[in-house]
């Protein structure tokens, strides 16, 4: 059975709103965002693109994430990439307590 | 009274084109429900080629979207594809298990690719070039994979092949004949397009028969009946379509070769129709789009009950680009004993036409290279035109005497649009009736250029024609983005009439659909505010990642660092830096550019900051829509032929502009003498020294878009240069599309009207003083990030998970 833990990874307040940040947790590169409206998303920061490349550094519109290399659409809240191109991103659950943003891998 | 149920299985061109055709004759009469297997709206599979090849997106050759779909109240399934069709209680059942009841139901269910029957085509990396889906295998393929090999030199076996070429392939052609496209082209002109494509790198086996695939599960090469093999990892099956009728005949519909249709495109079973590459009509099966297209007029009117002429099969002219050759064909290729042939050859241009004519009537052409008269011949064609008082042919007229452009003297039932049918009279008249003013307006209305494109220049020349005067060519409209209807004059109007300051203001007043914008409209808009604004607050987060970091992004998520090396001219301590930084930092790669200067790339981002620091060097911008590089050659200070000091003024020019956004990239080079070894042809403002003088070129290009540039001053002294090009720059940045390159902003608006704006001096005055005040608000902004910490921990530093402790 996989083991589910809880990492702290950031200063909620100290996040930049609309402006993605990297996060490396062991082997899994993260990509964090916080929206306009405040919510904080974390996805899997490899776009779903047969290329590659990572999501962190993308271009944030309300709940979505543009792929910064190949402009895919990408949904914050589910990965889903938005037609017409398709693939979905894995996404993290992210939870706030005391300023302190902590995701479940 | 309930609606009549009207299911369609397939989403593609020709079946959502009858669908369109019901709508607009009767939106109210069918309560519409369609199946798609592909998990697309239907787009645009001519242009397949293009997505392969690299030049446009999935999202570019959508044809009908989903919101259309929504608007015209359509059921679409996509993804889902009907397994059973109950004739006896109207019933369709899709692979879901979902089943939908019809009173009327259409089969477009299109056709797939014919698969050699030979021994081994079951293994893995084997394909064929119909889909979305087909061409992401083969991008997929070429990414680690080296052999490819097309079988079928037809069309879409040429298409592959190119596309599979530009995505770094070795790729072979196998072909049965002994020449391509032989339904197309006659032995010349086929001979000429493998010259052509052979010179492109690509490999032919032509007269070679596949009888086996070789490999374990996955491919490793292919045999041919002489007993000779190559090696293959990708295998392209590309020798034909066979139609899609097995869901028809089990469902006790007759089919031959397709799905049986009169000519009304009803199949034998009464409320059941089948139109398309399914469909077979006459014995015909067609696979081009316009005799598709006809069909679906027909089928349309048939279905709402419109009286309607009966289809009686098409005739139709060819018209294609293999690898950026155009080519047509039409009617019969190669004669017999009583046609006489007009060839032309001519070898110097690459040209070959061919008009064959039987009893003073054409019968069919060839053309090679240049497909002007195309239309002209097609009417011959089928109107059956006596051409025996007709010129037939004039060689070496001066520049300037050919034959007035047709447009005028086109006759009203000339076809302009021949994937749509759509004749010059139809636009005329849907120009006149409904006021249309652009080409993509055109499109909506009568579906004209609609589907290859290649119209659209002729119908942009009948707008010009019809509209005369109150024709803009600059007033093209196309909205910026999906956001918002509105053109990017129409965005930069109401910034400037309401004093809107910033993009969210814009989006907000403007009524965008979307909130925060998309990655189109947010990089436009930062431009467009910075452009009326002199003293705009950039808005970084609506910078697109290259320029939001000031370095360029790699396809591995590293960045590289191209410091400014000003005219291409360096020194020893900044050589001695660079290489001081690219063995601590391990650097992967070090790099002359394009642009005369020298690139480290592989950086970390969060190496960013200290080798800029270490650096101690300016950006060189090489990532911005801005000024790149001012490229120069050595010019009199040491060359023996130079006139003038290109150097001193390549430097000084760059030194000036750097920085400062524009529309698109702005590349410029110095010359100091017409050798012009600094290339300042295909620059977007060349300079080249002359005696006693310089040449000021504008709008070359060397990359996309290849363009000579136009001369556009010939001036005395440095000081003249310098006024010429800020003036030209400013005003490129304020009448230039967000994305548009120079060469075409001066097609657009025109040389000479750019002259007469940079020669009214007052006018010319404005734009240096307002590019002058603009350039004053730039900082540097590696330094700017050296030094301010919050740039730095926002943009360039990477968190790692033990920051919080749980």
Same mark, same amino acid.
């Given at each position: 059975m996989k083991t589910v833990s809880k990492v702290g990874v950031a200063h909620y307040s100290a996040l930049p709103i609309r402006s993605g940040i990297a996060i490396q947790i062991k082997n899994d590169a993260i990509a964090l965002f916080k929206v306009t409206s405040g919510e904080v998303f974390a996805l899997e920061d490899r776009s779903p693109h047969p290329k590659g490349g990572v999501l962190s550094e993308g271009l944030v519109s309300g709940k979505f994430v543009y792929c910064p290399v190949y402009d895919w659409k990408i949904s914050l809240e589910d990965g889903q990439v938005q037609a017409p191109d398709q693939g979905q991103v894995k996404t993290y659950e992210v939870s706030v307590e005391n300023d302190k943003v902590y995701i479940t891998i | 009274m309930a609606k009549e149920k009207l299911v369609m299985i397939g989403n593609g061109m020709a079946g959502v084109r009858a669908i369109e055709e019901i709508i607009k004759i009767d939106p109210n009469r069918y309560d519409i429900t369609i199946f798609g297997k592909e998990p697309h709206p239907n787009y645009n599979r001519i242009q397949l080629s293009t997505v392969l090849q690299g030049d446009t997106t999935v999202e570019d050759i959508i044809l009908n979207d989903w919101k259309w779909y929504e608007d015209n109240r359509i059921k679409l399934f996509t993804g889902e594809a009907i397994v059973e069709v109950d004739t006896k209680n109207k019933i369709v059942v899709s692979n879901n298990a979902r089943q939908v009841s019809y009173d009327k139901l259409i089969f477009a269910t299109g056709s797939s690719p014919f698969i050699v029957p030979v021994e081994g085509v079951d293994k893995q990396g084997i394909t064929g070039f119909r889909d979305i889906n087909d061409c992401e295998t083969m991008i997929k393929y070429a990414e680690d994979h080296q052999n490819a090999v097309v079988i079928g030199g037809g069309l879409l076996g040429l298409e592959a092949a190119k596309g599979l070429k530009n995505l770094g392939m070795k790729v072979s052609v196998v072909h049965l004949m002994s020449h391509l496209m032989e339904r197309q082209l006659d032995a010349t002109a086929a001979e000429m397009l493998k010259q052509e494509l052979q010179q492109q790198g690509i490999n032919f086996l032509m007269e070679k028969q596949t009888v086996e695939i070789l490999g374990d599960d996955h491919v490793t090469g292919l045999r041919f009946k002489d007993g000779s093999e190559t090696e293959a990892d990708l295998i392209v099956m590309a020798v034909g379509i066979v139609p899609n009728k097995e869901l028809a005949s089990n469902a006790s519909i007759p089919v031959n070769r397709g799905i049986v249709v009169n000519d009304y495109m009803e199949t034998e079973i009464e409320g059941i129709y089948a139109i398309g590459e399914c469909a077979e009509h006459r014995g015909i099966a067609y696979g081009l789009v316009a005799p598709l297209y006809e069909q679906a007029k027909v089928l349309a009117k048939r279905m709402v009950g419109v009286e309607t002429e009966p289809y009686e099969g098409?005739?139709?002219?060819?018209?294609?680009?293999?690898?950026?050759?155009?080519?047509?064909?039409?009617?019969?290729?190669?004669?017999?004993?009583?046609?006489?042939?007009?060839?032309?050859?001519?070898?110097?241009?690459?040209?070959?036409?061919?008009?064959?004519?039987?009893?003073?009537?054409?019968?069919?052409?060839?053309?090679?290279?240049?497909?002007?008269?195309?239309?002209?011949?097609?009417?011959?064609?089928?109107?059956?035109?006596?051409?025996?008082?007709?010129?037939?042919?004039?060689?070496?007229?001066?520049?300037?005497?050919?034959?007035?452009?047709?447009?005028?003297?086109?006759?009203?039932?000339?076809?302009?649009?021949?994937?749509?049918?759509?004749?010059?009279?139809?636009?005329?008249?849907?120009?006149?009736?409904?006021?249309?003013?652009?080409?993509?307006?055109? !499109?909506?209305?009568?579906?004209?250029?609609?589907?290859?494109?290649?119209?659209?220049?002729?119908?942009?020349?009948?707008?010009?024609?019809?509209?005369?005067?109150?024709?803009? !060519?600059?007033?093209?409209?196309?909205?910026?983005?999906?956001?918002?209807?509105?053109?990017?004059?129409?965005?930069v109007a109401e910034i400037k009439e309401k004093g809107l300051t910033n993009i969210r203001e814009v989006m907000n007043v403007l009524g965008w659909k979307n909130e925060e914008g998309c990655s189109k409209c947010r990089p436009a808009l930062n431009y467009y505010l910075g452009m009326i604004y002199a003293d705009y607050k950039d808005e970084r987060e609506s910078r697109l990642v290259n320029e939001k970091m000031h370095a360029n992004i790699?396809?591995?998520?590293?960045?590289?660092?191209?410091?400014?090396?000003? !005219?291409?001219?360096?020194?020893?301590?900044?050589?001695?830096?660079?290489?001081?930084?690219?063995?601590?930092?391990?650097?992967?790669?070090?790099?002359?550019?394009?642009?005369?200067?020298?690139?480290?790339?592989?950086?970390?981002?969060?190496?960013?900051?200290?080798?800029?620091?270490?650096?101690?060097?300016?950006?060189?911008?090489?990532?911005?829509?801005?000024?790149?590089?001012?490229?120069?050659?050595?010019?009199?200070?040491?060359?023996?032929?130079?006139?003038?000091?290109?150097?001193?003024?390549?430097?000084?020019?760059?030194?000036?502009?750097?920085?400062?956004?524009?529309?698109?990239?702005?590349?410029?080079?110095?010359?100091?003498?017409?050798?012009?070894?600094?290339?300042?042809?295909?620059?977007?403002?060349?300079?080249?020294?002359?005696?006693?003088?310089?040449?000021?070129?504008?709008?070359?290009?060397?990359?996309?878009?290849?363009?000579?540039?136009?001369?556009?001053?010939?001036?005395?002294?440095?000081?003249?240069?310098?006024?010429?090009?800020?003036?030209?720059?400013?005003?490129?940045?304020?009448?230039?599309?967000?994305?548009?390159?120079?060469?075409?902003?001066?097609?657009?608006?025109?040389?000479?009207?750019?002259?007469?704006?940079?020669?009214?001096?007052?006018?010319?005055?404005?734009?240096?003083?307002?590019?002058?005040?603009?350039?004053?608000?730039?900082?540097?902004?590696?330094?700017?990030?050296?030094?301010?910490?919050?740039?730095?921990?926002?943009?360039?530093?990477?968190?790692?998970?033990?920051?919080?402790?749980?």
């Open positions: - | 098409s005739i139709s002219g060819t018209q294609l680009k293999v690898a950026g050759i155009d080519l047509y064909s039409a009617g019969e290729i190669e004669g017999d004993g009583a046609t006489k042939a007009i060839r032309v050859h001519n070898e110097f241009e690459n040209v070959y036409k061919k008009v064959l004519i039987r009893d003073n009537k054409v019968v069919g052409s060839v053309l090679y290279g240049e497909t002007a008269e195309s239309t002209r011949l097609f009417r011959m064609l089928t109107q059956q035109e006596d051409v025996s008082q007709m010129t037939s042919l004039s060689i070496l007229q001066p520049a300037g005497e050919a034959e007035e452009s047709d447009v005028a003297s086109m006759p009203d039932d000339e076809l302009v649009c021949g994937c749509n049918g759509v004749t010059k009279g139809t636009i005329v008249e849907a120009i006149h009736a409904q006021n249309l003013t652009t080409v993509s307006e055109v !499109g909506g209305c009568t579906n004209a250029g609609r589907s290859c494109g290649r119209c659209k220049p002729m119908i942009s020349q009948i707008l010009e024609h019809t509209l005369g005067d109150s024709f803009d !060519g600059a007033a093209q409209k196309e909205a910026v983005c999906g956001c918002t209807t509105l053109s990017r004059d129409e965005v790699q396809k591995d998520g590293t960045y590289s660092v191209i410091p400014r090396m000003y !005219g291409g001219v360096t020194s020893a301590e900044d050589l001695k830096k660079l290489a001081d930084v690219a063995t601590k930092y391990n650097v992967p790669l070090v790099k002359l550019t394009g642009g005369q200067r020298i690139g480290l790339y592989g950086i970390k981002k969060e190496d960013l900051t200290s080798i800029w620091e270490e650096l101690d060097m300016p950006s060189g911008y090489a990532y911005g829509k801005t000024l790149r590089t001012v490229k120069t050659c050595v010019g009199q200070r040491f060359c023996r032929y130079g006139t003038q000091d290109s150097m001193g003024l390549g430097m000084e020019l760059e030194k000036k502009f750097e920085r400062l956004d524009t529309p698109h990239k702005f590349k410029m080079g110095v010359s100091a003498c017409p050798r012009n070894c600094a290339e300042s042809g295909i620059k977007d403002i060349g300079i080249v020294g002359i005696d006693g003088g310089w040449e000021i070129y504008v709008a070359g290009n060397g990359g996309t878009d290849l363009r000579a540039g136009d001369l556009l001053y010939t001036v005395k002294t440095k000081e003249e240069v310098i006024e010429v090009s800020s003036a030209f720059l400013q005003y490129y940045r304020e009448t230039g599309n967000y994305l548009e390159r120079t060469s075409k902003w001066v097609e657009r608006l025109g040389l000479d009207h750019i002259k007469k704006v940079l020669e009214d001096k007052v006018a010319c005055q404005g734009l240096i003083e307002r590019l002058n005040k603009t350039l004053e608000r730039y900082n540097e902004p590696w330094k700017e990030a050296i030094e301010n910490d919050e740039i730095k921990d926002k943009y360039y530093s990477r968190y790692q998970a033990d920051l919080v402790t749980n």
